[in-house]
Each structure stands twice: as C-alpha cells, then as structure tokens.
C-alpha cells in the first residue's frame, strides 16, 4: 500500500499581514512536507497552507479602513502569499476561504451534517471573543472580563438565533481519541485537551445570521445564515485533501498548529469529520508561541516583525535555521534580533559556510579526482540522521547534523591537510572529508534548500571548484 501523506498548516485570518510567529508554523511543516517528499516521493505528499478570509474579524479590519471587505482580504492574502513564499515554502496549494471550489466543498459539509441529523436550530445568548473568532464562557476570561488572548479586545454579548451542531454528542469519541497514540503530540498536550472533554462539551452555534454578519459562506439550509468561520475554515484541509486524492485510508494527515487554537482541531474538527463520516486526522501536532524580546508580538506593543523583513537581511534559509532551530516546537521561546545573529555568526558563517569553504578550497588545491557522488540516494545511515522528525523534532534532527559538522570540522583542524606532503595522506584525509560534506549536504534539503543546491553545486563533480560564500558574516 502506497503511503501517502497531507500536511498543513493553519491558514492565517486575512485581517492584516502575517508577522514571523505566524511564519513558524510554515517553515515547520515546509521542513516536514520535504522531508516526506525525500522519502516517500513528491507524487505522494500534499501540502496546503493559506488564508481564512471569513468572519467577524477579516470585516471589522476592511470597515476600519473603509474598503470592501473581499477588496481587503484579496490585498492581505496577496501579501501573506508573498511573506511565505519569501520563505521558500513549498506549498501545493495556497487556498483561500473565498475560492468557489471551497465554499462549495463547505456547504455541502455542513449541509451533509445537518442531513445526518447533527445540526439543528436553536438560539444563543453569551459571549464572543472576535479576536479568537470564538464563543466564551465566564470562567475562560480574566479578572477584568476580557480574553486572555486578546486583551485589547472587547468581549461581545451576543443574543441570536442560529444553527447549533452536536458537538457534545462527540464527547466519549472525543476522549478515546485523544487518548489514542500519536492523535495529539506532543504527549503533553492530552491533559488540556481532556480536561475540556471533562468540563463537559457544549453543542455550538455554527452559523450567524446574514442581518449581523453577512461576509461569509451562506448556510445551505437557511439562506438567512452564514455558516461559522471556524466550521467554514477547517474544511479548507478537506477541500485540498478530497481533490487530491488525499482524504482516504492510504493517507496520513498532520495538521501543524499553534497552541491557541489546539482545541478547535483535536476536539471540533474530528467531531465534525465523524458527523459526515470522513476521515479522521491521523497527528495534530501542537507547537508553542514564539515571544520577541520577553513580550507578546501584537501590533499594539508596536513589536511585529514580518518575514520578508529578516529574509532581506539575513537570506531565506538563515531565517528557517533559526526558526527550525530555536524555535517552539514544544514550549513557547523567546527570541531576539540579536540571538539571531549570534546564530548566523556562529552556526552558518564559521560552522557550515567556513566548513564547506575550507573542505572545497584544500579540495581544489590537491587537484585530487574524488569521482562523482549521488546526491540524491539515501542509504540506512542518511535515513537515521532524520530518525527524530517521527516526533517533529526537527530542532533535533538538525542539531544532529550540526554534530556531524563540528566533528567534521575538528577532523579538519586535527589532520591540517594544508600541511600534509605525502599525497597518499593527502588523498586519505581529504577523501573522507569530502565524503562527510557531501553526506551532510545531502540531508540538508528539508531546512536549507537553496543552500543545499549551493553546496552541491560545488561538491557534485570530480572537480571541485569554491563557491560563493554561504553565509557572508555580518
Ligand atoms: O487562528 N508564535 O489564525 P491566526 C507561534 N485563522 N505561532 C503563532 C504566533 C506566535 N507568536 N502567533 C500566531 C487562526 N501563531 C485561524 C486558524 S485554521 C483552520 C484557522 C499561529 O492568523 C497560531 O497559533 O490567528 C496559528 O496556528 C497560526 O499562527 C495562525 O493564526
């Protein structure tokens, strides 16, 4: 059975431009969608990432500025566009909530639910939070009744009739789930998730009405209704997925998410995946938030940094370095300019940029034929480097690399080839450390992929010739 796999991301609120705590989650599964592709072959691996473009907070952001709302999201998805493709991210698809094919795929999923007899009419009275696009109890705001994600906010009391879906129906489904290996990782992220299933699972309203929302998709059973931006936004994954022949026993599915929203794809999505009789997920993997200088990166403190801002700077793949190095896989961290460029300085101008110069330069010099070499074969011993990306940690796989780099690097300090005479020596010596360079480069595909073409542009023939420098030191 061939193994196929769907990877994606969140798709991004289009209600302004993307800062670089967005962007990790991107490169994240970028490094995980290339690695699946290396191993499994690209014809069976589908990556989608792109914009949900409905609800509340996408038409408040359009009015501010006095613009129609699908002018608004048009320009903010352009730019998210160009923000992830400014970090090589090599989506298949960029999807946005308001393509005919998607709006199509989500009416007919609620309206599918409803037949199914899981969503029903009935009337809310509580409290929104716009910022989370989200209903909320009491007991989930701060002392001050505000979000405590979104405290600049104002908490909105709605009263409206509208469609709820049965998503308490779900709860021991839930919970089985939840509880079933490799369903959340990581490990440590099940607590949460069942203690909502034990504070009990309230059905939730999932459409507003046209008169107080109209930007959304309408309501297949009551046209006077615009179906719910979460309910719409999480069928982008099974847009993309039943297209491409991705949604069906012989596929994996992965959503990489942020902590934040953990809650809507362990505990909604699979109850509204089972109302229908779709697919379940296989992994929703959980990362933590990324902090800029000990504060929350919001446009409010004035800290928002975009992608594209560092790309310029310091080059596409030194940002993913960084990111897939150092940032929040597990827990969320603390990041600055200046721990950036420490790392640049350290890791990728005197680690690898000054290794492979070193090794092509000794290389070019002893005019030594060391043959051509298969970049593109993986034996036993290149798979294991990628062992640790079973759990997603990509941070240590790549520290594992740069293991191999550093005593690669001391091998070359230890034998100082410059100094050998016997050529016999020479060749001994240097042949193995073009091997290594070579094997590492061969791995490096996943995080550094123009990087990786750089190398082997220098490293491929039997003539080694020096390059550019990699990482030009700052
Ligand atoms: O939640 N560090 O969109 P979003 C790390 N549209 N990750 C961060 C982050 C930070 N500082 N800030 C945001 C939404 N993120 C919905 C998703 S999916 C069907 C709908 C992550 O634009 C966040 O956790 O608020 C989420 O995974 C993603 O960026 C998009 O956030």
């Known amino acids: 059975m061939i193994k196929k796999t769907l990877i994606t991301t969140a798709i991004d609120y289009a209600n302004d431009v993307i800062h670089i705590g967005h962007a990790y989650e991107k490169i994240l599964a970028d490094a995980f969608a290339r690695y699946q592709r290396l191993i499994n072959g690209k014809e069976n691996v589908g990556f989608v990432t792109g914009t949900d473009e409905h609800g509340t907070t996408n038409e408040k952001a359009a009015k501010k500025l006095g613009i129609e709302t699908q002018k608004h999201v048009d320009n903010i998805s352009d730019q998210n566009k160009k923000e992830i493709d400014a970090l090589d991210i090599s989506y298949n698809r960029f999807i946005r909530t308001t393509d005919e094919d998607h709006k199509k795929v989500a009416a007919d999923f609620f309206k599918k639910s409803f037949d199914n007899g899981d969503i029903y009419k009935g009337s809310y009275e509580g409290l929104y939070c716009e910022g989370c696009e989200s209903y909320k109890t009491l007991t989930e705001l701060n002392e001050n009744g505000q979000c405590t994600l979104h405290t600049t906010r104002e908490i909105q009391k709605y009263q409206e009739e509208n469609y709820f879906f049965r998503w308490a129906k779900y709860s021991d489904i839930l919970k089985t789930l939840v509880l079933s290996e490799r369903f959340v990782l990581p490990d440590g992220k099940k607590k949460e998730m069942l203690s909502f299933i034990e504070n009990g699972i309230q059905d939730i309203p999932v459409t507003r009405p046209k008169y107080k929302l109209p930007w959304g998709i309408t309501c297949p059973i009551d046209d006077s209704q615009v179906i719910y931006v979460w309910f719409d936004a999480l069928i982008n994954y099974f847009t993309y997925g039943s297209e491409n022949n991705l949604w069906d026993n012989e596929t994996e599915i992965v959503h990489f998410v942020g902590k934040d929203i953990a809650r809507w794809h362990v505990l909604l999505w699979p109850a509204m995946l089972a109302s229908v009789g779709y697919k ?61 460029e420490d790392v640049y300085n ?58 191999k780099l550093s005593l690669l690097d001391k091998h070359i300090n230890e034998n100082e080839p410059w100094k050998i005479k016997d050529q016999d020596k020479l060749k001994e010596v240097l042949t193995y450390e073009v091997g290594e360079i070579r094997n590492i480069t061969k791995i490096l595909g996943p995080f550094l992929p123009s990087t990786q073409k750089k190398i082997e542009a220098v490293f491929n023939k039997s003539f080694i010739k020096v390059g550019e420098n990699l990482f030009p030191r700052l």
Not at 285 to 291: A, L, Q, S
Not at 314 to 331: H, K, N, T
Not at 390 to 397: E, G, I, K, S, T
Request: charged share 25%.
């Open 280 to 340: 379940l997920p296989t992994t929703i993997y959980v990362h933590g938030f990324i902090n800029l200088e000990g504060e929350k990166i919001s446009k409010s403190k004035g800290n928002v940094i975009k992608p594209s801002e560092l790309v310029n700077k310091y080059g596409v793949d030194a940002v993913r370095y960084y990111f897939l190095r150092y940032g929040p896989i597990v827990e969320d961290v603390d990041i600055s300019v200046k721990h950036l």
């Open 346 to 403: 350290g890791e990728l101008a005197n680690g690898l940029g000054n290794t492979v110069a070193r090794i092509a330069k000794l290389a070019q010099n002893s005019g030594i034929d060391f043959g051509d070499f298969d970049f593109a074969t993986f034996s036993g011993d290149d798979l294991k480097m990628f062992d640790q990306f079973h759990d997603f940690r990509v941070d240590l796989v790549i520290q594992n690399i740069w293991k």
